[in-house]
């Protein structure tokens, strides 16, 4: 079965500081795909990134980046110089591909940005 | 191009009843998935269809069906309504069954069961 721990429930942080956010990841395939995913107010999941189990390199892409290490499971997420409009809740996502594309989510964190 | 949509935004319902969720996925995807997210929590996986065929269920009771039609739309039906099915229900589309096919999703239906 597929697993996925985000500890962190709730973070607050000051405009323009960095956030990161953690997740640990259970599988026992060697090909999967992992996620990250922002759910503001309104509700609606947007994506946001993904990465493949072949593939460690980490990127950035605008403020965001995220660092994945398979020795330890992590898939870690984060925004650089925090806004407002990212107040959201972050989920860290798990896809195996069993004939399916089910993803398994974590518990999500809340990021709350202080002006 | 138009993202998923899913009707209605908002329903009440009383224990015991029935309720129909409809969603349509981005044109040009095949597949549709449903996920239930109670409140504080992520979303679960319901079902998945895929060229009206289910892919995929989740560890949810008969109470809860899905299909999927020939333009790709799909419903989720739940019968019995209990208290605790309140929840968001998110429906996803994607371009095809296959992990490395990012599934977008839509902005949910909020139900409440009293």
């Known amino acids: 079965a597929q697993k996925v721990t985000q500890a962190q429930t709730e973070i607050s942080v000051v405009e323009k500081e960095d956030v990161t956010l953690d997740c640990v990841y259970e599988t026992r395939d060697t090909t999967y795909y992992l996620f990250w995913y922002k759910q503001p107010p309104s509700g609606e999941l947007v994506f946001l990134i993904r990465?493949?189990?072949?593939?460690?390199q980490n990127e950035i892409s605008g403020r965001y980046s995220w660092n994945f290490q398979k020795s330890t499971s992590s898939f870690n997420f984060t925004i650089t110089a925090s806004q407002v409009v990212d107040s959201a809740v972050y989920f860290c996502a798990l896809s195996v591909t069993y004939g399916n594309n089910r993803l398994a989510f974590g518990k999500g964190n809340q990021v709350v940005v202080i002006p | 191009d138009a993202g998923v949509t899913q009707s209605p935004t908002h329903l009440i319902k009383t224990r015991g009843q029935h309720v129909t969720l409809r969603c349509s996925p981005i044109s040009g995807h095949k597949s549709v998935s449903w996920y239930q997210q109670v409140l504080g929590q992520g979303p679960q996986f319901i079902f998945q269809?895929?060229?009206?065929?289910?892919?995929g269920r989740g560890n949810f009771p008969d109470r809860f069906s899905a299909r999927q039609f020939p333009n790709y739309s799909s419903e989720l039906n739940v019968n019995a309504l209990l208290l605790g099915d309140s929840a968001l229900y998110l429906c996803?589309?994607?371009?095809?069954?296959?992990?490395?096919?990012?599934?977008?999703f839509g902005p949910g239906t909020r139900l409440t069961v009293t």
């Open positions: 996803a589309s994607s371009y095809r069954v296959a992990d490395s096919y990012e599934q977008y």
């Open positions: 269809y895929y060229e009206k065929e289910e892919r």
């Open positions: 990465r493949n189990s072949f593939d460690e």
